[in-house]
């Protein structure tokens, strides 16, 4: 079956400006992660939802991120008036809680803030 | 907080030699680990998992064993190939209830030369 997917795989933007980054998780997947990968580092946790709402969002840095999954499938992370620092890969992952706590990642979206 | 310690890389062996990577951890009681692998270009994948002290998670020739007393969970291979050249990451989530989030060492680059 599909696994989880992300868009846009690359995104180059400029100091200041707003961007979306979209997570499809596997179908019937409850739960929803967004983490940050710098170089040379691990994944970080940044937010958690199960179902609509989040769940745990104390990972997001600042108040420029927010995340959002209306509908308890897609989830979309925003981030306002972005930073060089904020360049990374932004990883999303689902899992199924009432099956496991294994959680199945998507190829990320690398962010680049010129 | 929880925290994960690998050992730092890279690591650059011959095929069929031995390889061990080495994880320890700082948690709250028992959480679940995890070995998750990245191969070049590639996301994140699960390679293996143990939920319990004494459990040995094994997938692909790859195996870790989780030690409750010495708080570890060190990767081993008997023979490696040059296909598992990748980035390994070690990981684990709390028990119980709450998100699940994964907390991840920094990774240990692997590199099999023929």
């Known amino acids: 079956g599909a696994g989880v997917s992300q868009t846009p795989s690359n995104k180059v933007t400029e100091k200041g400006k707003y961007v979306e980054l979209r997570c499809d998780p596997i179908s019937g997947h409850t739960a929803l992660y967004w983490y940050r990968q710098s170089l040379g580092q691990g994944p970080e946790f940044l937010i958690y939802f199960q179902g609509t709402g989040a769940a745990d969002d104390s990972g997001l840095p600042n108040d420029r991120f927010f995340a959002v999954r209306p509908e308890g499938s897609v989830s979309t992370l925003k981030i306002q008036r972005t930073e060089r620092g904020d360049s990374a890969v932004y990883l999303c992952?689902?899992?199924?809680?009432?099956?496991?706590?294994?959680?199945?990642f998507g190829p990320g979206t690398r962010l680049t803030v010129l | 907080g929880d925290s994960v310690t690998q050992m730092e890389g890279p690591v650059t062996l011959s095929e069929e030699a031995f390889l061990t990577i080495n994880c320890t951890y700082t948690?709250?009681?028992?959480?679940?680990l995890f070995w998750y692998v990245q191969y070049p270009g590639e996301g994140l994948q699960l390679l293996l998992k143990a939920t319990k002290a004494d459990d040995k998670g094994s997938n692909k020739g790859f195996e870790a064993t989780y030690r409750k007393e010495t708080t570890s969970f060190h990767l081993e291979k008997g023979s490696v190939q040059v296909s598992d050249s990748a980035v390994y990451f070690c990981?684990?989530?709390?028990?119980?209830?709450?998100?699940?989030?994964?907390?991840f060492g920094k990774g240990t680059k692997l590199s099999v030369i023929p």
């Open positions: 948690a709250t009681g028992y959480p679940s």
């Open positions: 990981a684990l989530t709390p028990r119980g209830a709450g998100s699940y989030q994964l907390t």
């Open positions: 992952a689902s899992s199924d809680l009432a099956g496991s706590d294994t959680q199945y």
